[in-house]
């Protein structure tokens, strides 16, 4: 990491936290898996400290300085959404091509392949497609995991646009519908992610789109069966 790179993050951030009443601020570069920044505080705002992800290290000090009052904003239980420059510049198909080599790079238990061994993740979102369910592009990056998830079916970064599913789901006496369910169920969340950057999911739409799904109910009561949720 650049020292100019680090310099320009702690000023934007101690400026941050003049705003906001803290005495000292210190903030620096993670290399965290994910897009976010974790902080300790103490209450009487003498002091904040920041671990803030890589993955907007380079970006223009204004897009940084509107994370840092995002941010500050929701350590005082307040509601700042991202400005509009940060937001596009994080759901950009650049940002896409930059960062999602390094995030894959960072999940552990991945196969990196759409080729399981009885299953293939690749022809279910293509059986999605062809029910008219999800969007072809831009096309998720998709994977395995090397081993089963205990109770969770997968899991997808709205930012990185990737999507993995529990090799649980890699086997003869799984039913390709309810693969099929679960991909889409990961692909919802991922392209809701997207349109509500900086906000949470709403849950509701979530499962109201899932009953959509032809034969959804069906594998709804397999996945509690198997005690699995997505």
Known sequence: MSSQSEKELREVFEEAGKRHGYGITRARYVALRDFKVRWTRVANRDWADFEVSDYIKGAHPDLIASLAESIFSKMENKTVPYSDALSKWALSHDFIEEKQPIYI?????????????????DESFDRLIAMGLVDEEPRPYMSWT???????????SSLMNVIVISSYFDADEIPDSLLDY???????????GRKCFGYEIDNAYIREMMDRFPGGETSKRLLEKF???I
């Open 105 to 121: 790079s960072r999940c552990r238990n991945l196969t990196r392949t759409t080729e399981g061994n009885s299953k293939n993740l």
């Open 182 to 192: 679960v991909v889409y169920g990961e692909w919802l969340r991922l392209s809701e």
């Open 227 to 229: 005690r699995m949720h």
């Open 146 to 156: 090397m081993n089963e998830f205990m109770r969770k079916c997968g899991y997808s």
